[in-house]
């Protein structure tokens, strides 16, 4: 929570700043507000000076509804409020926004999304300040897909990742960023698990050594570490975790990013024995990325968050820190029968997060589901 609470307060004080406005009364006791997590307080002071027609609060609350913080998460509601910052003029921010939400959204909500902001505008100023060329079609090019996150697990470039990350795809690629890609083939699948098991196309990401053993060996697989990669021990709640990633792709940053948390449940959605609970901060993206112990053993895959809406009608209220991880014993069992036998890890030595990181980042990668 406060990883992404910080990382929200940071992102609308960049776009108040590169407005030039000043921080001043509803905007900056919302600020302030959601500087302490309260975000029931900053919609309350935002919501307001965005219907006044302020392009800071508009911007603010398409952040609120990308994140699902104070509000349920939408991006319809989130694209509407960025489209009529975009409008104004006064923030070329505010269309990279609305752009990168647009990529995530179906044609029909888009246009309602449209139809929204038209219908807003409309009711404050000229029909004309919102024109249809503020909105770009979706591109039917690869680049207008989705994407998640996977892992090393050979290094002949196998990666793990989640099968719905790659469900429906026309073309697979993977890469440590969106820009630097290869194609990868989808070459197993276990639905009931959530797991899938990609391979890239060509040499262009395997190490030196790895190429020069190919041809002089033909070797099939070659294990990704000699020690092992995956915790043989079972998950212990309360213990520490690391969860690396590539959440919302290159909308925050074009980089691996990384949360910390700790195990808060041993079992998963509906008491699943092969899954465990994390408070770790998990976003669309993450979906397929390591989940580390302090001592950079793989102890699970990030699988996926409620559905926030669903939970909210159910319980009445919004899921906090419920995120959920495959347990690394599952994965191992998906890996052995795909004809990638994997060594369990046996390290003990306690890593400090940068060092944790930087494992992560070497063995992350980013999966681009093209539809």
């Not at 700790?262 to 770790?280: E, H, K, P």
């Not at 991880?325 to 890890?345: D, E, H, M, Y």
């Not at 030595?349 to 093209?370: D, F, G, N, P």
Request: net charge positive; charged share 20%.
């Amino acid at each position: 929570m406060r990883n992404l609470t910080a990382t929200l307060c940071l992102t609308i004080a960049v776009l108040l700043g590169s407005l030039g406005v000043s921080w001043s009364g509803g905007l900056q006791k919302g600020l302030d507000a959601a500087n302490r997590g309260d975000f029931a307080t900053a919609l309350r002071e935002w919501r307001p000076l965005a219907e006044q027609g302020d392009a800071s609060a508009q911007n603010n609350l398409g952040f609120m509804y990308v994140y699902g913080k104070g509000v349920l998460q939408d991006y319809v509601r989130a694209h509407m409020w960025f489209n009529i910052a975009a409008s104004s003029g006064e923030s070329k921010d505010a269309s990279k926004s609305r752009d990168f939400v647009a990529k995530r959204m179906t044609p029909s909500q888009l246009e309602k999304a449209q139809s929204l902001a038209r219908n807003f505008v409309s009711k404050k100023t000229s029909p004309t300040v919102i024109a249809e060329k503020t909105e770009p079609k979706p591109s039917p090019s690869p680049k207008s897909g989705t994407s998640g996150s996977g892992f090393f697990v050979s290094k002949l470039g196998h990666v793990i990742t989640n099968q719905h990350v790659v469900s429906d795809c026309k073309k697979v690629t993977i890469g440590d960023n969106s820009k630097k890609q290869v194609t990868a083939t989808v070459m197993e699948t276990d639905r009931r698990n959530d797991l899938a098991l990609l391979r890239i196309s060509n040499m262009q990401m395997a190490s030196a050594e790895t190429k020069s053993l190919i041809r002089k060996l033909g070797i099939k697989v070659v294990p990704l570490a000699t020690d092992g990669l995956m915790r043989f021990e079972d998950i212990e709640l309360g213990e520490d975790v690391l969860v690396a990633g590539f959440p919302y792709g290159e909308f925050l940053s074009n980089t691996i990013k990384v949360t910390k948390g700790i195990v808060s449940a041993t079992r998963g959605w509906g008491d699943d024995i092969g899954q465990f609970q994390i408070d770790a901060a998990v976003q669309p993206g993450s979906s397929g990325g390591p989940i580390y112990d302090e001592n950079a053993n793989i102890v699970g895959m990030v699988v996926a968050q409620p559905n926030k809406q669903k939970f909210a009608k159910t319980v009445g209220s919004l899921p906090e820190l419920v995120n959920f991880g495959i347990k690394a014993s599952t994965v191992r069992q998906f890996l052995n029968a795909s004809g990638l036998p994997t060594k369990w890890s046996k390290r003990s030595k306690s890593m400090s997060t940068r060092e944790l990181a930087k494992i992560a980042k070497s063995q992350t990668v980013m999966v681009v589901c093209h539809r």
